[in-house]
């Protein structure tokens, strides 16, 4: 059974994938091709960063209403299980498992690809929570996080098109 989220519960998960982007791209960006490309994936982890605190300011402005608990939750599991959902999102926090997967990667537009599916996956997953978020309030403060990991799709898609060219 889901149970409803509401919006802070959904930016928590979101700031936990910020964490986990930034440690994708940091990587990438060691294991890149050119400098060119290292130094976007550099500037990308770093707006994950930048996300994390767009998203932290964006948390402290909800409304009481988007952030009151949708579950009766005595021992703060809920907590537990949002970081756990976003762990096993893509943008999985553990090194060797990030490492791993570069270490397979041959051509530059595969690392490009590679991202573009992590951020497509991204967009997904925001997508399905904000589809069972409780309140039209924390559906728009959803779709804010949504706007800016299209931005990034949007650099990756330009960036692997330009390659291509």
């Known amino acids: 059974m889901i149970f409803p989220f509401n919006a802070g519960e959904v930016f928590k998960i979101a700031l936990t994938i910020e964490d986990n982007g930034r440690l994708f791209y940091e990587k990438a960006a060691s294991k890149a091709f050119s400098e060119d490309l290292s130094q976007f994936f550099k500037a990308l982890g770093t707006e994950e960063l930048s996300h994390k605190a767009v998203f932290t300011a964006l948390m402290k402005k909800l409304p009481p209403a988007t952030t009151a608990a949708t579950v009766w939750d005595p ?9 756990a959902m976003a762990d096993q ?14 270490s397979k990667i041959s051509a530059p537009a595969e690392a490009i690809k590679m991202a573009m599916g992590f951020e497509k996956d991204t967009i997904v997953f925001f997508l399905e929570l904000q589809s069972v978020t409780d309140d039209q309030e924390s ?15 949007a650099r990756l898609t330009d960036k692997l098109q330009r390659l291509a060219a």
């Not at 403060?141 to 990034?152: F, S, V």
């Open 75 to 83: 021992d703060n599991d809920l907590d537990k299980y949002l970081k």
């Open 89 to 102: 999102h893509v943008f999985n926090q553990k090194p060797a498992a990030i490492e791993d997967k570069l």
């Open 139 to 153: 559906r728009n403060e959803i779709a804010k996080l949504l706007n800016e990991e299209r931005k990034h799709l």
